[in-house]
């Protein structure tokens, strides 16, 4: 089991920036993944950038070179979404993500956890 505590949200004018945090708790040496996703009204979850334990990130196209995905794996076991050049179509709730690895190392499965959400909104 791993709990996900989310903070950092809010209301930012176009153009500003936010930082968003996740810190796991719980079975945190099994964390493989990290992420976020994001969820706008009347519209999908979709992906926003996830790293891996060994640093490796992917970002959705919208999101590069705006966005910066981070972890401390060795103190907090914390995610950090750095989210500049914000933009009114950002406006979302932000979901944080965490997979777990678990099973003999044979025959490892993965098990997601979801954080509560954290309301960005980008005004115009």
């Known amino acids: 089991q791993v709990q996900l505590v989310e903070s950092g949200g809010g209301l930012v004018h176009s153009g500003g920036s936010l930082r968003l945090s996740c810190a796991a708790s719980g079975k945190t040496r099994s964390i493989n993944t990290m992420g976020w996703y994001r969820e706008a009204p009347g519209k999908e979850r979709e992906l926003v950038a996830t790293i891996t334990s060994r640093d490796t990130t992917i970002y959705a196209d919208s999101m590069k070179g705006r966005f910066t995905i981070s972890r401390d794996n060795y103190n907090t076991n914390t995610v950090y979404l750095q989210m500049n050049s914000l933009k009114p179509e950002d406006t979302a709730v932000y979901y944080c993500?965490?997979?777990?690895?678990?099973?003999?190392?044979?025959?490892?499965?993965?098990?997601?956890?979801w954080g509560q959400g954290t309301q960005v909104t980008v005004s115009s």
């Open positions: 993500n965490v997979v777990l690895r678990l099973g003999p190392i044979e025959r490892t499965f993965d098990v997601d956890y």
